[in-house]
């Protein structure tokens, strides 16, 4: 019977790695916001974002934010992480969740 025990523990042991391998542990957001800075973002918000960062140094602030109202209201919520300026990520998403 020791033995049998010890074959399951071994195959539990087994089974808990494979699946440490295998989930995507922490990565599926960032996989998600990879995604949606490079590959999903609607083209014509991007194309806004640039437009709006008139100094090009990727980020919005709030000089530059000041050319749109609708932006410049929901400055304080779209910018997440505080910083006073805009990413494009943090763009996007203020963007998505805007839109009707
Ligand atoms: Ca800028
Ligand atoms: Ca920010």
Do not use: W, Y
């Amino acid at each position: 019977m020791t033995t049998t025990q010890g074959l399951l523990s071994a195959a539990i042991l087994v089974a808990l790695a494979g699946c440490q391998n295998t989930l995507p542990f922490g990565d599926g957001a960032g996989s998600f916001e990879r995604a949606k800075r490079e590959g999903s973002a609607p083209p014509a918000l991007v194309a806004r974002f640039h437009q709006i960062d008139k100094n090009g140094d990727g980020v919005i602030d709030p000089t530059e934010a000041r050319s749109d109202a609708d932006l410049m209201g929901a400055f304080g919520t779209a910018d997440r992480d505080g910083d006073r300026q805009l990413s494009l990520e943090e763009f996007l998403d203020s963007q998505a969740t805007e839109a009707p």
